[in-house]
Each structure stands twice: as C-alpha cells, then as structure tokens.
Nanobody
C-alpha cells in the first residue's frame, strides 16, 4: 500500500513537499523499484511528472523541470516530490507510484 501526504493549498510561487510511504506486502520491493509521481489536472489526462529509478536516474516532465525534484529514503520506505515555484497550472490530484502500485492521490491547489 502507498499513502500520500503533504498536499494542500499554496499561493503561486510557493512550495510543497509530497510524501509517499510504502507499507505492507510491497515494503520488501521498495529499494529495487522504480518510483514516480503523476498528476491529473482539471480537464486533462493523468500525466507522469517525475520518475526515479533504482540506480538514481531521474526524469521529469518538461512542465516541471527545474521546479520539482523527486527523491527517496530507502530506510523510511518513502519517496518525495519537492515542488517549488508552484503555478496555478500545477493544480490537480497527485498520485505516487512504486512499480505497478499506486497511491490514492492527494490534492494540490494553487489559486490563480
């Protein structure tokens, strides 16, 4: 199971850090799994925002490059999405993933 936290309302230009904690049967796979964050913004399909491979390779959507950073803490079985310089178009539901498993989503709202 994956549990996200850290969403909320933040003014444009502000920052948020999302967390995704793994628990249960998937715990043993954490350190060897690809981790990710996706989002679904109003009127759009879910898009992949950031990924982090077991070897440390990261990839970001062009829309968030330079503003968002994905990281992991294997000891805590948690991965993070640091979001800086937030824009109204970043508003949406953010989902974390670990391999084929997904969290339930957390809302991020950046008022225009």
């Amino acid at each position: 199971r994956l549990l996200e936290s850290g969403g909320g309302l933040v003014q444009a230009g502000g920052s948020l850090r999302l967390s995704c904690k793994a628990s249960g049967a998937i715990l043993s796979h954490f350190s060897g799994s690809a981790l990710g964050w996706s989002r679904q913004t109003p009127g759009n399909q879910r898009e992949l925002v950031a990924t982090l491979s077991p070897d440390g390779t990261t990839n970001y959507a062009n829309s968030v490059k330079g503003r968002f950073a994905i990281s992991r803490d294997n000891a805590k079985r948690t991965h993070y999405l640091q979001m800086n310089s937030l824009k109204p178009e970043d508003t949406g539901v953010y989902y974390c993933s670990m391999g084929e498993d997904w969290g339930q989503g957390t809302q991020v709202t950046v008022p225009s």
